[in-house]
């Protein structure tokens, strides 16, 4: 993390301020920048930035960033990108880890699990085991292409995530959808045209 002067003008620190947040258990807002996060502390008016994308690594439209369990989850055009500001590791899922779409629009933890809001479909994380789950309109989701800056947590544990049509909620400890099981088609008759004889033959019994 380094801090930056307050009479540092923002346009000199490349802060664009496309996606800003406030964080009501550290009392701090997480912003954009080019370079990665800027956070502005609410209590001692203290500025920093943490930097995360080298400057040949900036093709990362960062949508959403939470704060869950220590470390930073960013929502970008491009992954999900994991950064520990302690150990400043970072780790970045892409659709070859199992994301549905490498555009995530937006991240909330529940436990020890993320929810991911894609551009294909509603990503469960666990981060502990690095497994996903995604769930598309086939379990049940009105949609499956979802919004950026469109998801917040309720006080009671809801997550809200906006999507093309309309809003997704629900309590992750209650997340559950129908067990559906496919069902298997069994061709029983159909026609064929027998070019020689020039007139459709009528095949029944089909044992497929």
């Known amino acids: 993390m380094r801090p930056i002067e307050t009479d540092v003008s923002i346009r000199e620190n490349n802060i664009s301020f496309m996606y ?3 964080n ?10 080019d370079s990665g996060i800027f956070i502005f502390n609410c209590r001692t008016r203290e500025v920093s ?10 093709d990362y439209t960062i949508m959403s960033i939470s704060l869950w369990a220590g470390e930073f989850w ?17 780790k970045i899922y892409k659709q070859a880890d ?13 436990g020890d699990e993320l929810w991911l809001a894609t551009h294909s479909g ?16 086939e379990h049940g989701l009105s949609h499956n292409e979802f919004n950026r800056w ?12 906006g999507g093309i049509n309309g809003v997704i909620g629900f309590h992750p400890r209650e997340f559950s959808f129908p067990n559906k099981r496919l069902g ?3 061709l029983l008759n159909f026609s064929k045209y027998d070019q020689k004889e020039d007139q459709l033959v009528a095949v029944v019994n089909n044992p497929y």
């Open 122 to 137: 509603l990503c469960q994380f666990d981060y502990v085991n690095e497994k996903m789950t995604t769930y598309y309109r």
């Open 49 to 58: 930035i943490i930097d995360i994308f080298p400057e040949n690594e900036r």
């Open 184 to 186: 298997h088609l069994n």
């Open 98 to 110: 199992g994301l549905p779409s490498d555009i995530v629009y937006s991240v909330l933890g529940a």
């Open 150 to 161: 469109s998801s917040c947590r309720l006080d009671n544990g809801y997550l809200l995530f």
């Open 74 to 90: 960013l929502a970008t055009s491009n992954g999900l990108v994991r950064f520990d500001p302690v150990t400043a590791e970072r």
């Open 24 to 33: 009501n258990d550290t009392d701090e807002i997480y912003g954009t920048c």
């Open 20 to 22: 800003a947040t406030y």
